[in-house]
Nanobody, 118 residues
């Protein structure tokens, strides 16, 4: 069973920056697709950024140019650098790992709160 542990959330003023980290247990990190999702109160969870094992990335339109996802396979960790934060970025951010070995797998972290004040 894989465990994902997020860290780095907090309270920041608009225009500020935060870096989220998600550390994975186990030995399937380097072959997995990793993603950051977020869920604001009363809204559906949405994909913010994702990165493949070959380092291809994709982003939610509203964060393009402000957020950057990266991974360090040696540390089993995925990062989300968030710059120029806006109040509308306020949400719980979740780390996700998915892929397929003998069967598909899909793991989630516990979430970390990001609050951006205006």
């Amino acid at each position: 069973q894989v465990q994902l542990v997020e860290s780095g959330g907090g309270l920041v003023q608009a225009g500020g920056s935060l870096r989220l980290s998600c550390a994975s247990s186990g030995n399937i990190f380097r072959i997995s697709n990793m993603g950051w999702y977020r869920q604001a109160p009363g809204k559906q969870r949405e994909l913010v950024a994702a990165i493949t094992p070959s380092d291809s990335t994709n982003y939610l339109d509203s964060v393009k140019g402000r957020f950057a996802i990266s991974r360090d396979n040696a540390k089993n960790t995925v990062y989300l650098q968030m710059n120029s934060l806006r109040p509308e970025d306020t949400a719980v951010y979740y780390c996700n790992m998915r892929g397929q070995l003998l069967k598909a797998y899909d793991y989630w972290g516990q979430g970390t709160q990001v609050t951006v004040s205006s």
